[in-house]
């Protein structure tokens, strides 16, 4: 066991952790933030996107033990109180999501999309999203909610 | 709202004090015999609580997992089913069939635990295609069922058949695959069981699409009164069809519990997505057609092969047998039609329904086949529907086959379509990517949907009135993301006239609204349920009525949510907050109501238009187009959402997904989405157009027709279409499912080759 400590949306947590652990793991069954889903076990499907010192990572890809000392944002942490973020907010206007299980790492992947680059071209933003499956939407209105994201993110 | 913040709650995010974790494990082989199980170092092992197997299930009465409807065929002769036992027993016949049910303190111990299990299998021959499981000697996937043979489905008169081909002008015939499938909804199976011994109760949250459907499995598999499961559900990651029934993890779960005395819990993997939840598609489908000097359609006949894995599944016989006979007319006049389906066992994943169950198959067969006979015959493709199409006046009309189509305007969808796609403009956009060294394709298809079919010929629903005047509507349908909330609180609040924020939704409470109804499939909800909704509010409205004429002095006359009489007025919800419950708890306004809705007939016209990179085989569509006759559509912007999610897994089967087996070993060789190609954001390039032509129906209350599947039907043959019509100038003379890059590189080097 390896002791860690760490800091997830604003609050810091310790814990014991197994070698074998991943991160996602620590973050669903011990922190029992499960807005963080697991679609997949080979890092494809994005479901379990978190952001962690500001770089969106796939939190399946990780154990436990490499986020000692981190700062982590998953998305129960994206909003500000009860201020959705942008890409929230656009999700919702634009009908970004049906089933939601994908949602929270499409949500959080479309953040780190819009961080590198405000203005993302459509090409930018399909690319950006290579690494999340939805089965619902066909991805066409994640792709509009992302550009109303860059819009809301502007004014 | 809760979605978008990660507060959502499905089947792996539940939680109960004092839980055990389970593992399952899979059998390697597609065909083996089972000669021992010894599980005894895996009790051993550090944390683990038990090991069940097939002994356990059978001790505890578990039957045969349900292998849908009862078939006879036309001799009499009922569907074949093997056993199907929820843990395997002496055999396993696909790879990842259950073996074993581990229970231990923590998941990783019952992980751990299952690689202690000892099984000494004695492998046999598999077969995983049809057609090495109908031939002659074939190895059998079930020792009673000599030639792998369940059933034969006959449906349309064949003599008429016959003779129409006899007196045709011209015939033409296409074999078209749908290749297996894996459903992969984003949410891997998960479970949590619980057993109360004080009362004899189980408290168990698995995705479900349908609560009434559900515990009906479980009562039929492990011998348990329905009534005595609570079935709680509240998000479910995607269904599509094949989350619609139970799978074995929930009954072993549900036992576990019941022994251990604690709750038991279950997390399934994308392996288990992969291996053990049902497969879709899984048929091909050989179409022929007989026409007359004019290009009139005389006759269809279709010979089917429908591959129903290991078992049959809740779905599995009903693709290839009621639903790809159902709308095998299309949208055509065509005085016979003849099917025949031959279903046959292979040492596969079994197969269910996803997304259109046979539908989406028989659409996308019969409009490849118009393309064909067109080119084959010398036919302008659009011309030879208009010449076929059923007319507007000629609705209602009676198919050759049975059912009769209530209305539709397939001729002018198509207009509409051609309009929309600039299908006219399309030479010169061709021209264009061939100064660019690029094939480009245009490809259409007038696809017709069955909607509505249900297990109960009714749905239920029911109102309850709090005593702040707010009501809370419930019905049986289970929800995956179809907006159920949004469309029923709309077509409830919008009869009564009242604000949306005034009413609330909760599906599948049976302990505070003892309902029956139908589960979430066959694009019905907005049919039947929606129309059940607007009974209800109606009968709300009769059941205010009077109380309201007592409190105003005079017969009341209802509008935008008052009722009024002689000059005074109180609003519906007013009047609610004002009634005292009665002695039994009930609030005066509570009311259930209920409605039928037949079967609804969707139809659309789907135009693709595809460029392809010769050099590399890469398609890209260019643009699509969709514009469909749902009936009324009730929220646009769901409906759309509905469109495009069908589309795209329209486009996933074209240019990717594919389940394929070892055909020697039976192995799955395709079981992650390392190998299983999953359509992503970049696959659609350019534009997508999607348009309402609605043609309400008179069958339902709601006059909408379904959506759930037409995507799927409509993006097939469109997308086939298209390629088609992009090679066929290079004398490629077919394509088949999937097209993948490689497959079109492949295609066009070969034909390159033999025209050189």
Redesign the interface.
């Known amino acids: 066991m390896t002791k860690i400590a760490f800091t997830i949306n604003g609050k810091q947590v310790s814990s014991d952790v197994?070698g074998?652990t991943l991160l996602v793991d620590l973050i669903r069954?011990e922190l029992?933030?499960?807005?963080?889903?697991?679609?997949?076990?080979?890092s494809?499907?994005g479901?379990c996107t978190i952001q962690l010192d500001g770089d969106m990572v796939k939190s399946c890809a990780m154990l436990a033990a490499q986020a000692d000392g981190a700062n982590i944002v998953?998305?129960?942490g994206?909003?500000d109180g009860d201020k959705?973020h942008a890409v929230?907010q656009a999700?919702?206007e634009c009908?970004g999501?049906?089933?939601?299980?994908?949602?929270?790492g499409m949500?959080m992947a479309s953040v780190g999309i819009l961080k590198a680059n405000p203005n993302p071209s459509d090409?930018e933003?399909?690319?950006g999203?290579?690494g999340?499956?939805?089965?619902?939407?066909?991805?066409?209105?994640?792709?509009k909610s992302v550009k109303r994201a860059a819009e809301l993110m502007k004014v | 709202?809760r979605?978008?913040?990660?507060?959502?709650?499905?089947a792996?995010?539940w939680?109960m004090a004092g839980q055990l974790f389970a593992a399952v494990l899979r059998s390697p082989h597609a065909a083996a015999r089972i000669v021992r199980i010894d599980t005894a170092a895996a009790l051993n092992a550090p944390g683990v609580r038990a090991v069940l197997t097939h002994a356990d299930a059978e001790q505890a009465g578990f039957k045969s997992i349900v292998g849908g409807v009862a078939l006879k065929d036309r001799n009499g002769q009922p569907m074949k089913k093997p056993h199907y036992p929820v843990l395997a027993k002496d055999q396993v016949a696909y790879v990842g069939q259950a073996v074993a049910f581990v229970v231990a303190e923590s998941?990783?111990a019952a992980q751990d635990a299952t690689e202690l299990i000892e099984v000494e299998y004695e492998e046999q021959p598999a077969v995983v295609e049809f057609a090495d499981a109908v031939a002659p000697g074939a190895p059998r996937v079930h020792q009673d069922i000599e030639g792998n043979v369940a059933y034969v489905h006959e449906h349309g008169d064949a003599a008429a058949v016959e003779a129409a081909f006899a007196r045709a002008h011209r015939t033409t015939r296409l074999k078209v695959d749908s290749q297996r499938l894996v459903c992969?909804?984003?949410?891997?199976r998960a479970c949590l069981a619980a057993f109360d011994a004080a009362t004899g109760r189980y408290t168990l949250h698995a995705p479900s699409q349908g609560l009434i459907g559900a515990r009906t499995h479980i009562e039929q598999i492990t011998g348990l009164p329905a009534k005595d499961v609570d079935l709680i559900v509240e998000?479910?990651?995607?269904?599509?069809g094949i989350r619609g029934t139970p799978y074995p993890e929930y009954f072993m779960a549900m036992l576990a519990a019941r022994t251990l005395g604690k709750p038991v819990k279950w997390?399934g993997?994308?392996?288990d997505t992969f291996l053990s939840d049902y497969h879709g598609r899984a048929l091909a489908l050989c179409g022929e057609v007989a026409l007359d000097e004019t290009g009139r359609f005389l006759a269809f006949r279709w010979t089917d092969e429908i591959n129903l894995g290991a078992y049959a599944g809740p779905f599995g016989a009903f693709i290839g047998t009621q639903n790809v006979s159902i709308t095998s007319h299309g949208v055509y006049a065509v005085p016979a039609v003849y099917v025949r389906s031959t279903l046959a066992y292979t040492n596969t994943t079994p197969i269910s329904a996803y997304r259109g169950a046979g539908r989406p198959d028989i659409a996308y067969a019969i409009e490849r086949l118009v393309d064909q006979a067109a080119f084959e015959h010398g036919f302008d493709p659009l011309e030879l529907r208009r010449r076929n199409f059923i007319t507007p006046a000629q609705m209602p009309f009676k198919t050759a086959t049975g059912p009769t189509y209530d209305s539709g305007d397939f001729p002018a969808v198509m207009e509409h379509a051609l309009k929309a796609s600039d299908w006219a403009g399309f030479p010169a956009r061709r021209k264009e990517s061939e100064a660019r060294g690029r094939l480009r394709g245009i490809g259409l298809a007038s696809y017709l949907e069955a909607a509505g079919a249900g297990t109960f010929n009714k749905d239920q629903t029911a109102a309850r009135v709090g005593d702040d005047g707010r009501i809370t509507i419930f019905c049986m349908a289970g929800g995956?993301?179809?907006?159920h909330e949004t469309t029923f609180v709309g077509v409830f609040a919008d009869e009564l006239g009242v604000e949306q924020g005034v009413i609330e939704y909760r599906a599948s409470d049976l302990a505070a609204a003892d309902l029956i109804g139908n589960g979430t499939g066959g694009s019905r909800t907005a049919a039947g349920q929606g129309s059940a909704f607007k009974a209800l509010a109606r009968a709300l409205i009769e059941k205010a009525r009077p109380l309201a004429s007592a409190l105003l002095g005079g017969e009341a006359d209802y509008a935008d949510g008052r009722f009024s009489a002689g000059g005074k007025s109180v609003g519906l919800i007013d009047l609610a907050r004002k009634m005292a419950r009665g002695a039994d708890g009930r609030h005066p306004l509570d009311c259930e109501a209920e409605a039928s809705s037949p079967a609804t007939f969707p139809n659309g016209c789907h135009v693709a238009e595809v460029e392809i990179d010769p050099d590399t085989g890469v398609t890209d569509i260019i643009r699509y187009t969709s514009i469909d006759d749902l009936g009324n559509v009730l929220q646009p912007?769901?409906v759309?959402?509905q469109v495009?999610?069908?589309?795209?897994?329209g486009?996933g089967q074209v240019f990717g997904e594919h389940a394929v087996y070892d055909r020697e070993s039976g192995q799955f060789l395709t079981a992650?989405?390392?190998d299983y190609a999953?359509?992503?954001?970049?696959?659609?390039k350019g534009t997508?157009t999607r348009e309402s032509h609605p043609v309400p129906t008179a069958t339902n209350l709601m006059g909408a027709k379904g959506v759930g599947e037409s995507?799927c039907s409509g993006s097939l043959p469109a997308l086939m279409n298209a390629l088609m019509s992009a090679v066929r100038p290079l004398g490629v003379k077919d394509l088949q499912m999937p097209v993948t890059p490689v497959v079109m590189w492949r295609t066009l080097n070969q034909t390159a080759r033999k025209a050189a």
């Open positions: 197994e074998r069954d029992k933030l499960t807005g963080t889903h697991v679609g997949c076990d080979t494809q499907c479901c998953t998305i129960e994206l909003a959705l929230q999700f919702t009908h999501l049906q089933c939601g299980f994908c949602t929270p949500i090409e933003i399909v690319k999203l290579e999340n499956l939805c089965r619902c939407t066909g991805y066409v209105n994640i792709i | 709202m979605l978008i913040q990660g507060h959502g709650r499905y792996s995010d939680n998941a990783t992969n909804p984003m949410e891997p998000d479910v990651g995607g269904s599509f997390v993997s994308r392996s995956s993301g179809q907006g912007m769901l759309e959402g495009h999610g069908g589309v795209a897994q486009w992650s989405f390392m999953m359509p992503r954001a970049d696959w659609l997508f995507g």
